[in-house]
């Protein structure tokens, strides 16, 4: 069985950093894209940011230039580097992962809290 475990959400200040971490574990061998998505009160689920195996990145608009996505390939782990944080960053960040186990899996992780006051 494959799960993603995410950690380092919290609450931050406006114009503060954060680091989010997302681990994959169990037998894997392989990962395709790994995406981050929020969630905020009263709204849809988006997406935030997106790495491909190959490394290519992608992002919504409201985080470019301020999030960035990379991944450590040994570790099986994703990040998601937020500077310049703005209340309307609030939200559960979840991890997804397209792994390549005994079979494919689209696997997600639990959500980590994010909020941006003061």
């Known amino acids: 069985q494959v799960q993603l475990v995410e950690s380092g959400g919290g609450l931050v200040q406006p114009g503060g950093s954060l680091r989010l971490s997302c681990a994959a574990s169990?037998?894997?061998?392989?990962?395709?894209?790994m995406v981050w998505y929020r969630q905020a009160p009263g709204k849809q689920r988006e997406l935030v940011a997106v790495i491909t195996s190959g490394g290519s990145t992608n992002y919504a608009d409201s985080v470019k230039g301020r999030f960035t996505i990379s991944r450590d390939y040994a570790k099986n782990t994703v990040y998601l580097h937020m500077n310049s944080l703005k209340a309307e960053d609030t939200a559960v960040y979840y991890c997804?992962?397209?792994?390549?186990?005994?079979?494919?899996?689209?696997?997600w992780g639990q959500g980590t809290q994010v909020t941006v006051s003061s």
């Open positions: 997804n992962a397209d792994v390549v186990s005994n079979r494919r899996y689209d696997v």
């Open positions: 169990g037998i894997i061998f392989s990962i395709n894209a």
